[in-house]
Nanobody
Framework: QVQLVESGGGFVQAGGSLRLSCTAS????????MGWYRQAPGKQRELVAG???????TYADSVKGRFTISRDNAKNMVYLQTSSLKPEDTAVYYC??????????????WGQGTQVTVSS
C-alpha cells in the first residue's frame, strides 16, 4: 500500500518561504505524476502544483511565479518550494499521486498533510 508523508510546514510571516517535502513508502515515482494540494478551513481541496515523472509541471494560477514543484525519483521525494507567501496561502498541504496530461487527475492516495500558516 502506498503511504505518503509530508513535512516542512510551519508558521511564517507574509513574504517568507517554506520548503515542503513528501516521501513515498515505495518506489512509485517512475510511473506516476505527483502533486501538491491544499485545503483551507471551509474551502474545498485544490490543486497547487503537479509534476510528471519526466519533469513537466503545472501550477495553479494563484501560485505561479511563487511556488516551484520538483521531484527526486532516486529518493522517492517530491518537494514544493514556496516563496513570497501570502496569508491566503494558509492551508493544510497534501501530497498526492496522480496523472498529469492536460490537467492533473489525482488518485485516491493522500498523506496526512502539513500545516502552513502565513501571518500578515
Amino acid at each position: 500500500q502506498v503511504q505518503l508523508v509530508e513535512s516542512g510546514g510551519g508558521f511564517v510571516q507574509a513574504g517568507g518561504s517554506l520548503r515542503l517535502s513528501c516521501t513515498a513508502s515505495r518506489s512509485i515515482f517512475g510511473a506516476n505524476a505527483m502533486g501538491w494540494y491544499r485545503q483551507a478551513p471551509g474551502k474545498q481541496r485544490e490543486l497547487v502544483a503537479g509534476i510528471t515523472s519526466d519533469g513537466r509541471t503545472t501550477y495553479a494560477d494563484s501560485v505561479k511565479g511563487r511556488f516551484t514543484i520538483s521531484r527526486d525519483n532516486a529518493k522517492n521525494m517530491v518537494y514544493l518550494q514556496t516563496s513570497s507567501l501570502k496569508p491566503e496561502d494558509t492551508a493544510v498541504y497534501y501530497c498526492n499521486i496522480g496523472v498529469l496530461r492536460t490537467t492533473y487527475l489525482p488518485f485516491d492516495y493522500w498523506g496526512q498533510g502539513t500545516q502552513v500558516t502565513v501571518s500578515s
